[in-house]
């Protein structure tokens, strides 16, 4: 019994499949799985003092940093932004998933803070540079560096973690430099 035309077609693309599927998979163990994600702002002269008072009180990160359908609430903390600061990250509709940031160092030069999105990921370290020029202008630039853990689709995952998270970074610099 020959088989009919359908059969040899479907053998045909399933075969076609496996191959894109094992070349994706073979891939995937020679890309890194780490990543890098850089955004910077410019603050103009004028605007110093008010970027000053929204990057050192921690209430005003509530206002300027943007989480793609969620919202950050103080949780722990006095007036001033240290070390030890803690948010909670509350997302819209989703009663059982929630978030945190804590702010880890709190300088003139830099605010280093870890975010983890939700219970089941690995927090994520995140540094907020700050440089005044001669100018006065204040220049911002939003670092995350990391590894993802998350089997042969880590390369994958880390490849589009740019366009992922560089979206949310520069919407929450622009919150702040507005």
Do not use: C
């Not at 003092?49 to 206002?63: F, G, K, Y």
């Not at 927090?123 to 042969?152: C, K, M, S």
């Amino acid at each position: 019994m020959q088989p009919t035309q359908a059969l040899v077609s479907l053998r045909y693309v399933t075969r076609i499949a496996a191959v894109i599927i094992l070349v994706a998979v073979a891939v995937g163990f020679f890309l890194p799985s780490d990543y890098r994600i850089e955004r910077s702002a410019v603050a103009q002269s004028a605007q110093y003092d008010l970027v000053q008072e929204r990057l050192l009180n921690p209430e005003a990160w509530t206002d300027w940093m943007y989480i793609e359908s969620g919202k950050l609430v103080q949780q722990d903390g006095g007036d001033t932004l240290q070390e030890g600061n803690r948010y909670l990250i509350q997302y819209e509709g989703e009663a059982t998933k929630q978030g945190s940031m804590v702010i880890d160092s709190v300088s003139m030069e830099a605010i280093t803070f870890t975010v983890q999105p939700n219970q089941k990921t690995q927090p994520i370290p995140n540094t907020l540079y700050i440089d005044v020029t001669e100018d006065g202008r204040t220049h911002l630039q939003w670092v995350i560096e990391g590894e993802l853990d998350a089997g042969f689709l880590s390369p994958y995952l880390a490849f589009l973690a740019n366009r992922i998270a560089g979206a949310n970074i520069e919407k929450s610099l622009s919150n702040l430099t507005q």
